[in-house]
């Protein structure tokens, strides 16, 4: 199983971007889908995520202006941000909670993309 994240890029505050994340690989089914970041000297933290049937949550840093959505056809996880501000820069990574065609759950991680907000 393979997460592959596109969209970063450098953009300036109040500007948006779109993230996208494909799962590819021996996949029976996805559950939770998620996006992380992490800035120079923090930790990682969650920004939003989304379960298969639709419920999302987000860190309170975003809410308002970051979207996250999901095309299940496509195997596909989206975060619109909008508003960007240059706290928000981080490497963003994405997850998916994969169920294995070998009936295994496993959590997998995107390799990041990065983002930055200049001021």
């Known amino acids: 199983v393979q997460l592959q994240a596109s969209g970063g890029g450098l953009v300036q505050a109040g500007g948006s971007l779109r993230l996208a994340c494909t799962v590819s690989?021996?996949?029976?089914?996805?559950?939770?889908m998620g996006w992380y970041r992490q800035a120079p000297g923090k930790q990682r933290e969650l920004v939003a995520a989304i379960t298969s049937g639709g419920t999302t949550n987000y860190a309170d840093s975003v809410k308002g202006r970051f979207t996250i959505s999901r095309d299940n056809a496509k195997s596909t996880v989206y975060l619109q941000m909008n508003s960007l501000k240059p706290e928000d820069t981080a490497v963003y990574y994405c997850?998916?909670?994969?169920?294995?065609?070998?009936?295994?759950?496993?959590?997998?991680w995107g390799q990041g993309t990065l983002v930055t907000v200049s001021s």
């Open positions: 690989g021996s996949i029976f089914r996805i559950n939770a």
């Open positions: 997850s998916a909670t994969v169920i294995r065609k070998d009936w295994r759950t496993a959590h997998y």
